[in-house]
């Protein structure tokens, strides 16, 4: 039969010989044959009625087949298509479950990953959730100091189950002894930092190590792959200069499509990072193909204008919209966005608003169709694009208005953090106004504003939201200090500056004369209740003096 089996080995037909000689087989090769149909994906060329004599022959065997062999027949069989739910396959896993301490550290990362995919049976979660069990309790004898895979593979499983501290960092230390770790183990370390939780900050030498590993050899990593580990990285706050400028580069020299760059800026945008070159790559993209759907570049842009650039070749790419005859919402908005906000930042764009403008009815049309979408970005767009132009008709301003006004009052109702009460102890004894609830004709919201050394009055007593305009009229000379809560997703992941939209409403606010606040929710609300009345005067204090 060896023989047999080494002639089938040769001439790739493993599958012919198991089904000739299922009945006849040792086990040894039987499960020899097998590893080499999956080894060779050869999973067709099994029949029904072979699949069924491998069962019976597997459920008759199974308390005498070493634990090698077990494991080989789940993964075999789950190949076939044979359920965890099937006679043979809880066969087999209640066997491996009652010698589960037997088994090395190797076969359970094999097994947890295996049987992650099957059908989730009691017997399954109770393998599965006893693994974590076994390794911590045999940490100490089988940890083998010498095998960089298999502690890169540990350090892995440790972090994704959550073990505690110490036993993370002794695996830790000994995959320290082995730096420079080689890009494979580097890049599985980096797939560990989600599971790390709060113990992240404890791991930055190992973390920094294969950051610098992949920032090497980016050259040697998919693209797609890389733009997920960038993506990790970030969300979990770990910020490396080196990595986005080794992938930077990496999509200029091999010339990346325009979306993948476009995935890139985006997740450069959202650590307020800013790499002109990409940027005038994308655009020199844009300028030869036009851009799906699915790609909405006026964030981008805006990020880099706030950041005071402007991309080459944004203009030619402005004036090709503006030459379809026919556009629809989607490319409307984005031509809409960059024309106001990049003349409203006094970037010297200004290509075709007085074109769009002139069609008025095709404007109040957009703003209908964006109230039906609950598309109120595009509102605040058309409404911002009025107040620069003053071309709209007074029907169309104030119907979006009114739309806007609506809108937020639901979203003040629904917000459950107000400052209103902390600032009327932060001027308890000062001769200062406080409004609550702004919008601006232009479409800027935000949550408080400040006129000092006015005649107080009670903000509270005005359930509705002010008109920004109207309030002013009677402020003329007077300082101003608009207040906004920020949600933790309008700021930059790795510090506290605004990007995308926010970044911009703040920009025109201090560009008309404003001090602007900006205070993070997420740092309120984590802050005790005796900080915060001292935390906001002071914050105030430093914006109305400039020092912020």
């Known amino acids: 039969m060896s023989f047999e089996l080494s002639d089938a080995s040769d001439s790739a037909q493993p ?302 790419v402005l004036e090709r919209l503006n030459s379809s005859e026919k556009l629809n919402s989607m490319e409307d908005r984005r031509r809409l966005a960059l024309m106001l906000n990049l003349e409203l930042l006094e970037c010297r764009i200004d290509v075709g608003a007085d074109l769009f403008l002139g069609d008025k009815d095709r404007v109040t049309q957009l703003i209908q169709s964006s109230q039906e979408n609950n598309d109120w970005e595009c509102v605040k767009i058309v409404l911002q694009l009025d107040c620069f132009k003053k071309n709209l008709s007074k029907d169309s301003s104030d119907y979006g208005i009114s739309l806007l006004k609506n809108h937020f009052c639901s979203a003040v109702q629904s917000k459950k953090i107000s400052f209103a009460p902390v600032l009327k102890r932060v001027f308890a004894n000062h001769q200062h106004r406080i409004y609550n609830h702004i919008l601006s004709e232009s479409g800027i919201f935000f949550d408080h504003l400040i006129a000092f050394n006015c005649d107080p009055i009670d903000g509270n007593e005005h359930s509705g939201i002010y008109i920004l305009e109207d309030v002013v009229k009677d402020l003329i000379g007077t300082n101003l200090l608009a207040i906004s809560l920020r949600d933790c997703k309008e700021y930059a992941i790795n510090c506290d500056r605004l990007v995308g939209q926010s970044a911009f409403e703040s920009a025109i606010l201090k560009s008309h004369g404003y001090k602007v606040l900006d205070v993070s929710m997420r740092q309120w609300n984590n802050m005790p209740e005796w900080e915060r009345l001292p935390f906001l005067s002071q914050r105030i204090h430093q914006t109305q003096n400039g020092s912020e």
């Not at 080989?72 to 209640?94: A, D, E, P, R, Y």
């Not at 359970?108 to 995919?117: N, P, Q």
């Not at 036009?290 to 964030?299: C, H, K, L, V, Y």
Request: net charge neutral; proline share 2%; aromatic share 8%.
């Open 15 to 316: 599958a012919q010989v198991l089904i000739a000689n299922v009945s006849s087989m040792t086990d040894r090769d039987l499960f020899s044959t097998l590893t080499k149909i999956s080894k060779e994906q050869k999973v067709n060329g099994i029949d029904e009625q072979c699949l069924r004599h491998i069962c019976n022959r597997i459920v008759r065997r199974a308390r005498f087949l070493e634990i090698d062999d077990l494991i080989t027949g789940v993964k075999c069989l789950s190949q076939f298509g044979v359920t965890s739910q099937s006679i043979v396959m809880q066969t087999i896993l209640q066997l491996i479950r009652k010698n589960v301490n037997e088994l090395s550290f190797k076969q359970i990362f094999f097994l947890d990953l295996l049987l992650k995919e099957v059908v989730q049976t009691p017997l399954v979660v109770a393998l599965r959730q006893s693994f974590p069990f076994v390794v911590r309790n045999h940490l100490d004898m089988q940890m083998n100091h010498d095998d960089i895979k298999e502690l890169v593979s540990l350090f892995h499983f440790c972090s994704k189950h959550r073990f505690y501290l110490r036993d993370l960092l002794r695996v830790c230390s000994a995959l320290e002894r082995h730096f420079p770790l080689d890009l494979a183990g580097s890049v599985s370390i980096l797939w560990s930092v989600p599971s790390l939780g709060e113990n992240f900050d404890s791991f930055q030498v190992i973390v920094q190590h294969s950051v610098d590993v992949v920032s090497n050899n980016v050259c040697k990593i998919d693209v797609q792959h890389l733009l997920k580990l960038i993506e990790v990285l970030l969300l979990r706050g770990f910020y490396s200069e080196r990595l986005l400028i080794a992938a930077s580069s990496k999509a200029i020299d091999e010339h990346w499509n325009l979306e993948s760059i476009h995935v890139l800026l985006k997740l450069f945008s959202s650590i307020a990072y800013y790499d002109r070159n990409l940027l005038d790559k994308y655009f020199a993209l844009i300028s030869e193909e036009a851009p799906s759907e699915t790609i909405s570049f006026d964030e981008i842009v805006l990020n880099f204008a706030v950041a005071n650039y402007i991309p080459k070749g944004l203009q030619s």
